[in-house]
């Protein structure tokens, strides 16, 4: 069965749903314009929406004009001429519409006018012939922004040049010989991808007017990035899969195949077998979401469905790349499992509703609480043993009830032994914060993989808060990562408005000058500064949250003296005490607020074995 035969036999199952009335003649002319900006710039319909949209204001016309005259630019039959060489295409609708006669236009600023408005590189080019007729060169005579030359040139600083002064072995290469013959026939072509100057190319070609669209994507291989792509993957949990309804062909990545715990010997699940999984409950997300997909749309939807016994909530992100008039010619999506989550959230709400019904109960609030905090922030029982280090943390909680806050905390070795450090305080108290406190918990360990530099990964944890804000206004947060290298005994370390870590040495303990970094979502393209400390044998290392040094009452100077005159004093009664030890002389300053303490000491001796560590500690997960 081919592949679009079973997409719209998919579809006709769910159809009986809904009942679809068509749209007015308007409508239709605009959806014709978004499919063909969308299928040839290979971008989302919602952004060809927004670019149709953005044109109309600019050029103060009416959306239903401007995208007529998209479609007379875009939609290029194979050949039709109006006797001025300017290719007019085919148009019906359940209105005609008639374009304005165009041989009193001049179409270049009209094309360029539509690339302005699209995102990645695409270019017209006219023919530059030589005395005989024939391609001698192409000139560059509308861009989008995005365009790059060779030499760094882009956008608009191309127009006037030709493609000989930056892609000279074009005019030698069988590229050259595709292009005269999408001039001469109107047949469009896609080339690549091939190798120019270091890079890879793919180019499409369409014959537009009397000259040339081109559109080009370069590609990045690294031998590194598909092993740091399946990485993330597996961190995440999340693979993707991609069916060619024009073939019929469908792949699965591996991490797929693992979500759905399938030998990937027997390919790829059958539809059929794919909609038995399915819990039927989930009838109705499922019709929605085909419908939302039908009408061209980004589906992003969780469902469950049944596997080997078990129940299992995925998150499925949809979108397809569409023909000129919106029909799917191959649908892509991201799978991950979310179970963990859901579970985690269905524990919550349980909490929350206990929480509820014993409210007259103090003790009880307490008790709840800490098992709130257990199941998103587990605390270990003693001190942990990780790759050149020993760290130990503590946890308390506030003394006002029902005040769950959003401190936490990370520990963990990483595969390039390696040790990643973190503490984090987000503000506010209650699911909402240590809701937050989950989510940036998660994603630092899932995009460790991703940068060695700590500063980069708070810029990643900054634009995600800066997202959740979005969702919860006034959402920000606090935190400090580290990366420490155990065989030069360095950690590398950045912050995002926190307070800074405290290093004791040699009997004297004294805070660290703090890198450059703004707190965590209220400047959305900020950027982090990272430090270096080479630490030494009977070093301690403190890292804290606010609630240890500030009070209402007092200034932060006398709450940082205060712990700054304990640790000495710990210190100096016995250099090599346990950190437990140390950090059970600690007071919080502020009842108010719940407090996270992390202690780190170096340790002598080889590296562990990272799988050993892997094996033999799980507490310092």
């Not at 600019?58 to 401007?66: F, P, S």
């Not at 003394?399 to 963990?412: C, F, I, N």
Request: charged letters at 25%; a negative charge; proline letters at 7%.
């Amino acid at each position: 069965m081919g592949g679009r035969q079973a997409y719209v036999e998919a579809m006709e199952s769910l159809r009986t749903a809904a009942n679809r009335p068509s749209g007015d003649a308007a409508r239709a002319v605009v959806d014709r314009a978004v499919g063909l900006l969308a299928g040839r710039t290979r971008c989302r319909l919602a952004d060809a929406h927004r670019h149709l949209m953005r044109m109309s204001a600019e050029q103060d016309r009416d959306l239903v004009e401007v995208a007529a005259g998209v479609i007379s630019l875009l939609d290029v039959p194979e050949r039709l001429d109006d006797g001025d060489g300017l290719l007019l295409p085919p148009y019906s609708s359940a209105a005609p519409v008639t374009p304005t006669p165009r041989r009193h236009q001049s179409w270049p600023p009209m094309v360029q006018a539509v690339l302005d408005a699209m995102p990645g590189q695409h270019a017209l080019l006219v023919a530059v012939r030589d005395p005989a007729g024939r391609l001698a060169d192409l000139e560059f005579a509308a861009t989008s922004p995005e365009a790059t030359a060779a030499d760094g040139r882009h956008g608009r600083a191309l127009i006037g040049s030709r493609i000989s002064e930056h892609f000279p072995q074009t005019l030698v290469s069988d590229r050259w010989l595709v292009y005269e013959r999408v001039l001469d026939t109107g047949e469009p072509a896609e080339i690549g991808p091939f190798d120019h100057a270091g890079s890879r190319y793919s180019v499409r070609a369409h014959r537009l007017g009397p000259g040339l669209l081109l559109s080009w994507e370069q590609h990045e291989h690294h031998p590194a990035e598909a092993e740091r792509i399946a990485a993330t993957e597996r961190l995440g949990n999340l693979g993707w899969g991609e069916w060619d309804l024009i073939s019929g062909a469908v792949r699965w990545s591996d991490q797929l195949y693992r979500i759905y715990e399938r030998d990937p010997a027997l390919g790829p699940l059958p539809r059929e077998e794919s909609e038995a999984l399915a819990v039927a409950e989930d009838l109705p997300l499922r019709i929605a979401a085909a419908e939302a997909f039908h009408r061209g749309e980004q589906v992003d939807v969780t469902t469950r469905v049944r596997v080997n016994g078990r129940v299992k909530h995925l998150r499925s992100v949809v979108d397809a790349v569409r023909d000129a008039a919106g029909a799917p010619l191959r649908i892509f999506g991201i799978v991950q499992d979310v179970t963990a989550r859901e579970t985690s959230v269905r524990r919550l709400a349980e909490v929350e509703h206990q929480l509820a019904e014993q409210r007259r109960s103090l003790a009880a609030e307490h008790e709840l609480a800490a098992r709130l905090q257990q199941i998103i922030l587990p605390i270990p029982d003693g001190p942990m043993a990780l790759p050149g280090l020993k760290v130990a943390v503590r946890y308390l909680p506030a003394e006002q009830q029902g005040m769950v806050g959003g401190d936490w905390y990370h520990a963990a070795a990483l595969r390039d032994g390696s040790v990643l450090l973190a503490v984090g305080d987000v503000a506010g108290h209650g699911t909402q914060a240590a809701t937050t406190m989950a989510q940036l918990r998660y994603s630092l360990r899932a995009l460790a993989v991703t940068t060695d530099d700590p500063g980069e990964l708070l810029g990643h944890l900054n634009r995600l808060t800066c997202d959740l804000d979005q969702e919860t206004p006034e959402t920000a947060a606090t935190a400090i990562v580290a990366r420490y290298d155990p065989a030069r005994r360095r950690l590398t370390w950045a912050q995002a408005g926190h307070p800074p870590p405290l290093l004791s040495r040699g009997g004297r303990t004294a805070p660290l000058p703090r890198p450059a970094g703004p707190m965590l979502g209220v400047v959305e393209d900020a950027t982090y500064g990272s430090a270096v400390l080479d630490l030494q044998l009977g070093d301690v290392l403190l890292c804290y949250t606010d609630g240890l040094v500030e009070h209402r009452s007092r200034g932060l100077d006398d709450g940082l003296e205060a712990v700054i005159r304990t640790v000495d004093e710990a210190v100096a009664a016995s250099p090599r005490q346990p950190l437990a030890e140390l950090l059970s002389r600690l007071r919080r300053a502020n009842p108010d607020d719940d407090t996270c303490i992390l202690a780190v000491r170096p340790v002598t001796g080889k590296t562990q074995d990272l799988r050993h560590y892997l094996r033999t500690e799980p507490r310092a997960r």
